[in-house]
């Protein structure tokens, strides 16, 4: 079944490029204007994918996000800004957006980030339960007092929970599944985002950030690491 794709771009000649490109690679497509529009028919539809410009009038692509957030952890969104700024864009992030591309972009690599995005989001899809009695087999990736099940994708620290966002449950995954590894930016990005994710590197740093401020943040032991030069380990002990 083909994917749906919700366009929020208050340019028409870019929402009429982005609508023409993605239904001749064989997307459905529903195109609006302005943030209260995009907002909306997001709310009324089913989609499997925003485009969502930053710039909008309206509500701005930030507050639509925020909503969207608010209400769906899952749905990809990728922001469409003419903003160049890390600053700029790791807001975006920060809010929960999947990615991001900046104006002017070339089509092509528009469409490799839609085709990593929606296939990031169909692994992310929770799985049914294989059996009634399936809490009793339960397994959890532990490091020290860190424990997070993929199953339920409850995170705890002690007897304290930590609420992640999809990316960062991610990012904690592979991280505990590799640890005591140290990790490059090239081989986290490919694993978390996908092999032809190609916006910056930074933004791993960003989220190992966000990660490790709600890993670690009031215990007295770090449990992510700083590798200078090379890239990032979780271990334990220091």
């Known amino acids: 079944m083909s994917a749906s794709i919700l366009i929020v771009e208050d340019e028409e000649k870019i929402a009429r490029l982005l609508e023409i490109e993605l ?8 195109k609006t204007t302005s943030g209260t529009e995009g907002l909306a028919a997001y709310q009324q539809g089913e989609y499997d994918l925003v485009l969502l410009d930053v710039m909008l009038p309206g509500l701005s692509g930030i507050e639509v996000l925020r909503r969207i957030r608010s209400q769906d952890e899952h749905t990809p969104v990728i922001l469409l800004t003419a903003k160049g700024s890390v600053e700029d864009k790791v ?7 999947t990615d991001y591309i900046t104006k002017p972009f070339q089509i092509e690599e528009l469409l490799a980030r839609v085709r990593a995005a929606l296939r990031l989001s169909s692994k992310l899809q929770p799985q049914p339960a294989a059996a009634s009695n399936a809490g009793e087999f ?9 424990r997070v099940n993929e199953a339920t994708r409850e995170v705890k620290r002690g007897e304290g929970s930590i609420e992640l966002t999809p990316r960062e449950f991610d990012l ?15 081989q986290i990005l490919e694993s978390v985002w996908g092999y032809d994710y190609m916006g910056d590197t930074n933004v791993v740093d960003v989220y190992i ?4 401020k709600k890993v670690d943040h009031g215990h007295e032991t770090g449990l992510i690491h700083t ?5 990032y380990v979780l271990k334990a002990d220091a």
Do not use: F
Request: hydrophobic fraction near 35%; aromatic fraction near 10%.
């Open 91 to 97: 807001s975006g992030l920060d809010l929960g957006a």
């Open 138 to 146: 339960e397994t959890w990736l532990t490091a020290g007092n860190l």
């Open 23 to 30: 239904e001749y690679e064989n997307y459905k497509v529903h």
């Open 172 to 186: 904690l995954v592979y991280l505990l599944r590799n640890q005591r590894q140290v990790l490059n930016r090239e």
């Open 209 to 212: 950030r966000y990660v490790r």
């Open 227 to 231: 590798v200078r030069g090379v890239g």
